[in-house]
């Protein structure tokens, strides 16, 4: 089945250390975005690539850090320097863009204290 | 303002109910989203239009570009149907960024 994994789907930890989240897609898409999610709120965007070793800031990048060594994996690393840190992490993935369908995966709630 | 505002915020409906979920935009998009958010938090994409409408099973879609508002109708609601419901736009400028409304807390009691 084709589709979007993301481990673990709770994860906690203490503040102070830098923790990394894994999204891999088997879906041979091109496009990979990060999003978070707060209670009550949208969903924000934090990173995306369009492609293989690129990648760009979303909206609320600062604290984030990513990389895109692989077309099927974009793996995300919260860093100390993120101030708040807790929330739900959302991982998606399209085609391509510039407007194409996002499909997402289940997602991980980061829990930090 | 947002520049994608959803109403209502929260909706509870009986089984069976015709539901309407709006979705208004401010700024030139290249499609809208809806998207549907279960209770444990994946997210499925329902429909992506660029014009007019879509059906897909008891989900209807609408969009009136020169409005710049959409609609998702949801015809004999189902309490399996009791999710949070997402509108989405995407901008030429923006590629495939989107950008999310607050989303609607859809509750159906049997």
């Known amino acids: 089945d084709g589709g979007i994994t993301q481990s673990p789907k709770y994860l906690f930890r203490k503040e102070g250390q830098n923790v990394t989240l894994s999204c891999e897609q088997n879906?041979?898409?091109?496009?990979m975005y990060w999003y978070r999610q707060d209670p009550g709120q949208g969903l924000r965007l934090i990173y995306y690539s369009q492609i293989v070793n690129d990648f760009q800031k979303g909206d609320i990048a600062e604290g984030y850090s990513v990389s895109r060594e692989k077309k099927e994996s974009f793996p995300l690393t919260v860093t100390s320097a993120q101030k708040n840190p807790t929330a739900f992490y959302l991982c998606?993935?399209?085609?391509?863009?510039?407007?194409?369908?996002?499909?997402f995966g289940p997602g991980t709630r980061l829990t930090v204290t | 303002k947002n520049e994608v505002e959803q109403s209502p915020q929260n909706l509870t409906a009986q089984e069976g109910e015709f539901i309407t979920i709006n979705c208004s935009y401010s700024v030139g998009i290249s499609a809208l989203h809806w998207l549907q958010q279960h209770p444990g938090g994946g997210i499925v994409s329902l429909f992506m239009l660029s014009s007019g409408k879509k059906k897909h099973g008891r989900l209807i879609a609408t969009i009136n570009i020169q409005e710049k508002h959409s609609s998702l109708h949801i015809t004999a609601s189902h309490p399996r149907d009791s999710a949070v419901y997402i509108c989405?736009?995407?901008?030429?400028?923006?590629?495939?960024?989107?950008?999310f409304g607050e989303g609607t807390q859809l509750t159906v009691n049997p």
């Open positions: 998606a993935s399209s085609i391509g863009t510039p407007a194409y369908e996002q499909y």
């Open positions: 989405a736009v995407s901008r030429w400028a923006s590629g495939s960024r989107l950008t």
């Open positions: 879906l041979n898409h091109d496009a």
